[in-house]
């Protein structure tokens, strides 16, 4: 199994130019968390179905990147539920709003490669799309001194 640093030093190989770097900073995200959205609208359970799953991969590369990402989850939950108006449908966020964060999101993403010049990572193993959460919060977790 491929430790955490492994996946994190093979995935920076394709994020090396300062701009594609701030916008994988912005777009994985907006990326996670809109898909979150569109599962959410979908099926609530099925999302928190993914989401554990999701936090099984990370609890098994780090403890501490576990937490993070499990309170990235939450907040986005929290915003998700906020959107989504359960008291109230006149407040519910459409499924589109979320599908056009996505394509948003991943216009910025392919831009991004194109700047860098390299193929995304995903297109070499899918984990890699959890990766690019745990990239993002990893940078956060050096920034305030807490080891991924």
Wanted: proline letters at 6%.
């Amino acid at each position: 199994m491929r430790t955490l640093q492994n996946w994190l030093d093979e995935y920076s190989i394709s994020h090396q130019n300062p701009l594609n770097k701030k916008i994988h900073w912005i777009c994985v995200p907006l990326i996670t968390a809109s898909l979150i959205g569109i599962i959410w609208s979908i099926s609530p359970v099925v999302a928190l179905l993914i989401l554990v799953l999701m936090l099984v991969f990370y609890v098994r590369l780090s403890i501490p990147l576990f937490f993070v990402m499990a309170l990235f989850s939450a907040i986005v939950v929290v915003f998700v539920v906020i959107l989504s108006g359960p008291l109230t449908t006149a407040l519910s966020t459409p499924i589109w709003f979320y599908i056009g964060l996505f394509v948003i999101g991943w216009i910025g993403q392919f831009y991004g490669h194109k700047v860098e010049g390299k193929k995304p990572s995903f297109f070499k193993d899918l984990q890699f799309l959890l990766i690019g959460p745990a990239w993002c919060a990893s940078y956060l977790m050096k920034k305030i001194k807490l080891a991924p």
